[in-house]
């Protein structure tokens, strides 16, 4: 019987036209060192029946689950299939505890009534986000309603794009400049850059990436929203000069434009370099 290894590589192998031996293997990120004290876990576990694509799936009950916080290929691209196919067979047939957000209100259901999860299988402790972070077939989109365990995804999908694993080896989903983010309008997409000067007009924040805010790349933190922030001790005003990497929907609004909706969204480079440095 072929091994788990084994199996995930040939998925690998065929969804790319390669040769067994050129893959590496897979990695397959455990949970038991990690807690979940920002999520509350399911009584009832699940047993898969199938998998829809690449982070949602169906238990044998006919209930559909979405794993949260992950940004996959959905379309007929190699990624898509090699994603779907990676994920079947990581959990068909396998049992799987679940974990949703503490407040029943928010975070639990998409608009088509899928559960909104994290998920481990129950026999090895397979955490399933960050092991597809890991391997490069998922990036991490969190959100508003659900943005538990950030760091900890955010790190795993670092690797892989350092490795250039999965997605990271293509050039569409490479992380992009102010300067040209204009030509990712109207799609997700990770954006680096320096921030030049921070603003505030009528309440908003605004971090701007050039010298003209008419047409550069942009920002904006609502009132809300920068309410929501101050209480976890982050001042944007001071970010002036800050290198920072922002994940979302880029729209046009004086130039490419990324509105921040909560902490977890964007990262703060500057941050990372000074840990790193007194590690």
């Known amino acids: 019987m072929m091994s788990l290894y084994t199996l995930i590589c040939l998925s690998y192998a065929n969804a790319q036209g390669k040769k067994i031996e050129e893959e590496p293997s897979p990695i397959l990120v455990k949970h038991e060192s990690l807690r979940f004290d920002d999520l509350l876990q399911i009584p009832e576990s699940i047993k898969v029946m199938s998998v829809i694509d690449g982070k949602t799936f169906v238990s044998y009950e006919g209930k559909t689950y979405q794993l949260a916080s992950l940004d996959v290929e959905l379309d ?19 049992t799987l505890i679940l974990f949703q957000t503490k407040n029943s209100k928010i975070g639990r259901q998409n608009r088509m009534g899928h559960e909104i999860v994290h998920a481990i299988i129950e026999t090895d402790q397979t955490w399933l986000q960050p092991t597809l972070l890991a391997n ?18 955010l790190r795993h999908e670092e690797g892989a794009r350092k490795n250039l694993l999965g997605l990271w080896d293509g050039d569409f989903y490479q992380i992009l400049s102010p300067q040209n983010a204009e030509d990712h309008i109207g799609s997700f997409h990770i954006v680096e850059g320096v921030i030049k000067k921070v603003a505030v007009t009528r309440n908003n924040i605004y971090l701007n990436f050039g010298d003209s805010w008419k047409t550069d790349f942009t920002i904006g933190v609502p009132p809300s929203v920068r309410k929501k922030i101050s209480k976890k001790n982050v001042s944007l005003l001071n970010w002036g000069g800050k290198t920072v990497r922002i994940r979302g929907w880029i729209s046009s609004y004086n130039g490419p434009y990324i509105e921040l909706t909560h902490i977890e969204q964007i990262e703060l480079l500057d941050k990372k370099q000074e840990d790193n440095l007194e590690e």
């Open 76 to 94: 007929e691209g190699s990624y898509a299939r090699q994603g779907k196919d990676f994920l079947e067979i990581l959990i068909k047939d396998k």
């Open 136 to 153: 490069g077939l998922a990036r991490v989109r969190t959100s508003f309603f659900n943005s538990e365990q950030a760091t900890e995804l």
